[in-house]
C-alpha cells in the first residue's frame, strides 16, 4: 500500500481523527480485560465514541435500531472501559472491559459462543448462559 | 430485540449461516493466541471465509483493493488459525492466530499500537517495530 503523506498522518500522528465509514460508523471490538476473550464486536457513532471516552462506560450505536445505546442501559449488564485504542487507519476502536454480568443477549459471557469447524459446521463452545433471555431485555 | 423464528435459528442453530453486509463481507477479528491481544480487525467475504476455514490460514477481503488477499502472501506474515469463531447473528468471525512476524504493515505487532486517552488524544503503546515498513511490502 503506498502510504500517501495524509494516511502517515493518519498512522503515526497522535491526533484522535476516528474514519467514519459512509454510515458514519467505525468498528468496535469488545474483549474482558481479565481473559482477552473477545466480548463481543459492535458500531460506534462519533457520539457513541466521544460518550464512551467521557464517561468510561461503553456506549454503541445500533444499526438496527438506529439508536445511540448504552451498554447494559435496559440489562444492566454494563461494560466499564479500562483502555481504548484505535488502530492504523483509525477505523476500528478496541476497548478493554470489565463486564458485568453477560455481553451477549442469548444470555452467554460472549457473543462468539460458537467454533467453526470443518464442513464447514458450528459446535457450541464457552456457551453457558450466565442470564435467562427469555427474561425482558431489550438490546 | 424481538426474536423471530429466524433469528433464533442463527443464534441457537448449529448450521453455519454467515450473514454477510451489503457489500458481501464479514468482519473479522484476529487475536493473537498466545496473549490474547487484538491484531488487527479486518473483512472477509464468502471466499476469503471458505479459503481460510480449508487452508487454515487466515484470507482477507481487501475493501481498498477490491481483492482477496492471504494474510502475509507479499510480507510473509501470515497468520495460522487455530480456531474461529462466529457470532450470535453470524456477522462477525473471531480467529485466534499464530502470527508470524507482524499483522500491521506499519511494522508494528499489533494494528491497536495507540491508546486514547482524555481529551481525547492518542499515545504509543506496544509500538516497537517488529519489521521495517519502508522495505517492500504490499497488503
New interface residues.
Partial sequence: ?A?SLHNHEL??????RPKFDASGLV?C?A?DVA????L??AHMNDEAL?KT?ASGEAWYFSR?RNALWRKGETSGHTQRVL??????DQD???IRVEQTGAA???G?RS??????E????????DADKVFDPTAA???
Same sequence: chains 1, 2.
Fill in positions: 500500500m502510504t498512522e503515526e500522528g497522535l491526533d484522535f468498528t471490538v474483549t481473559t482477552g476473550e473477545v463481543m464486536v466521544r471516552i438496527s483502555e481504548m485504542r484505535l488502530d492504523c476500528a476502536v478496541w451477549c443477549h442469548t452467554r457473543c462468539f459462543y460458537r467454533k467453526v470443518g464442513g464447514p459446521k458450528l459446535t457450541f463452545v431485555y431489550r438490546e
